[in-house]
């Protein structure tokens, strides 16, 4: 055995062993070792959020977030378990029905991680009703439109304009059920500084965010999870933006 390899962590994640670097996250970790663990929030290159907890998995048999549970030597990881794909499953029903999506209209429909999840976890029929909240569409920048339908309140546009970025362009206004994305600026995205080129504009798992002249450049059925599940290339083994 290597020094390097002396230093990792070993636990097990469904039964099989897992190696980790300290300081490494369960979602990291098992995203290297090739297992996927949902998620949705969690995105490669920003910091851990846990919010959405599709991520959740048992940990020594109590559920906690993957995204920010660090690793520990010799912890037993459940990942997949009937109740946890319905747990999951409960989770991405919820954000369905909290919004208003209606993917054949949508220009993020496949390659949009939230439809993605849903087919990947076999949702059907929603067991929550459906909201039909009325929420607004903001096109005021010249480049990128925001509907707020879409949203699913990952923060993943905060952390990447702040992070990445350099710059806060997005953040969260008001509180519980009417808690939304917004704005560093009165009259819209227009009044931002936010580029089309920004992580920002590319961060967001769901069509809230979506540039505009580029809509439906690749033809529905040629998408990334037309052909493939969400997290079939973690699977697969190689690391990627989830
Ligand atoms: S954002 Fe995703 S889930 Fe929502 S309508 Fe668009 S494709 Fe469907
Ligand atoms: S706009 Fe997109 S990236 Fe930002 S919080 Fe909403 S769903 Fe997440």
Redesign the pocket.
Known sequence: MSAQDAAKLSFTIDGKEVKAEPGQTILQAAALAGIYIPHLCAMKGLSPWGSCRVCTVLVNGKPQAACTMPVAEGMIVENDTAELKDLRSSIVEML?VE?N???M??????N????AM?YRLGMLQPRHDYMFPTRQVDASHPDVMLDHN?CILCARCIRASKELDGKNVFQFIHRGAHKRIGVDAAGGAGGTNLAVTDKAAEACP???IVKKRVGFAVPIGQRLYDTKPIGSHIEAGRAAKE
Do not use: A, M
Not at 105 to 110: A, D, L, N, P, T
Not at 112 to 115: A, F, S, V, Y
């Open positions: 369905f919004g999506h209606f993917c209209f949508c220009e993020k429909s496949g949009c991680e939230l439809q849903g879409r769901v069509g809230c």
